[in-house]
């Protein structure tokens, strides 16, 4: 089992910045991966940026050169700082890990986080 505690949402104006914070418990140990999500109103969920173990990242177009997401392992927490916001990254932001057991991947989410970028 997994638990995830996301924060840092919030409102901030155009071209602003806000930091987002994942903290795991658990079964942490079994985490690959952890990425954000975003989820704006009647729109579907979409991949922000993932980080593996590892270090390597991956970015959705929209976001790539202003979001970063990092990992502190020692921690068990990951971040995306997300710098020169706009009114289009409004949305519910989700933190996702992926941790793997018994020949399965497992899926686990955060409650989510409401950002709000005001024009």
């Known amino acids: 089992q997994v638990q995830l505690v996301e924060s840092g949402g919030g409102l901030v104006q155009a071209g602003g910045s806000l930091r987002l914070s994942c903290a795991a418990s658990?079964?942490?140990?079994?985490?690959?991966?952890i990425g954000w999500y975003r989820q704006a109103p009647e729109k579907q969920r979409e991949l922000v940026a993932n980080i593996s173990k590892d270090g390597s990242t991956n970015y959705a177009d929209s976001v790539k050169g202003r979001f970063t997401i990092s990992r502190d392992n020692a921690k068990n927490t990951v971040y995306l700082q997300m710098d020169s916001l706009k009114p289009e990254d409004t949305a519910a932001y989700y933190c996702?890990?992926?941790?793997?057991?018994?020949?399965?991947?497992?899926?686990?989410w955060g409650q989510g986080t409401q950002v709000t970028v005001s024009s």
């Open positions: 996702k890990a992926d941790s793997y057991g018994f020949g399965l991947r497992f899926p686990y």
């Open positions: 658990g079964s942490t140990y079994s985490i690959k991966t």
